[in-house]
């Protein structure tokens, strides 16, 4: 969900550094590490679901939501420098009998709308959720990234390309507090050994 938006706008982090979007409670949590990234001799990589995984994993998301996000303002160029925290608006349903979700994402900053389409699958063999997104300046999905939960947070990994980089995503969701979820994501340039925080959003209930 509020995926890539990364991907289709311009961008720039800062490698290593647990990156803050100081201001509205808007921070990366440095005490949750990002489990170790392992790759096959292929280049792929290996991920594996967690014990607890289930397909009920996203459930606490159904409903319509509205989202305090900062982004930082430019990705991969040592930039340290976060925008101001904006609102964006999500509506979330169940598909596939619970084995699939999908969000619909809105925002309108400085007048120009903004829109986006999460959808995420449960796989009941391997037991992992898969991540798609696509936003209204491409209309095509990015890569998805894949993981599990784990004690209320999950990981999604998976490879992209970034400015003509390749790159690792990882999405976080913490749960650990299900009325104020916070998603946020990193890019990693050197196979997870380091990783820029550079995009975040806490979500509230819409009554």
């Not at 995984?53 to 340290?80: A, Y």
């Not at 598909?95 to 309108?108: A, E, F, M, R, T």
Request: proline share 5%.
């Amino acid at each position: 969900m509020r995926a890539r938006t990364a991907m289709a706008l311009s961008s720039c982090l800062i490698l290593g550094a647990v990156g803050r979007a100081n201001g509205q409670g808007l921070s990366v949590d440095a005490t949750l590490p990002i489990p170790a990234v392992e790759v096959d001799g292929k280049g792929n990589l290996v991920i594996k679901a967690s014990a607890m995984s289930s397909r009920s994993d996203f459930d606490f998301l159904v409903g319509n939501w509205k989202l305090t996000n900062r982004k930082l303002k430019c990705r991969l160029h040592g930039c340290t420098e976060w925008t101001p925290p904006f609102e964006s608006f999500v509506e979330m349903q169940r598909v596939l009998g619970g084995s699939g979700n999908i969000d619909k994402y809105h925002q309108n900053v400085d007048g120009k709308p903004f829109d986006g389409l999460a959808v995420r699958l449960f796989d009941p063999a391997t037991r992992l959720w898969s991540i798609y997104w696509a936003d209204g300046s491409r209309g095509t999905f990015d890569p998805p990234v894949v993981g599990s939960f784990e004690n209320s947070v999950g990981h999604f990994f998976g490879r992209d390309t970034f400015e003509g980089r390749d790159v690792i995503v990882v999405f976080r969701w913490d749960v650990r507090n299900p009325q104020r979820p916070v998603w946020s994501q990193a890019f990693s340039v050197d196979q997870g050994k380091s990783w820029e925080w550079n995009s975040i959003n806490v979500s509230e209930t819409i009554p």
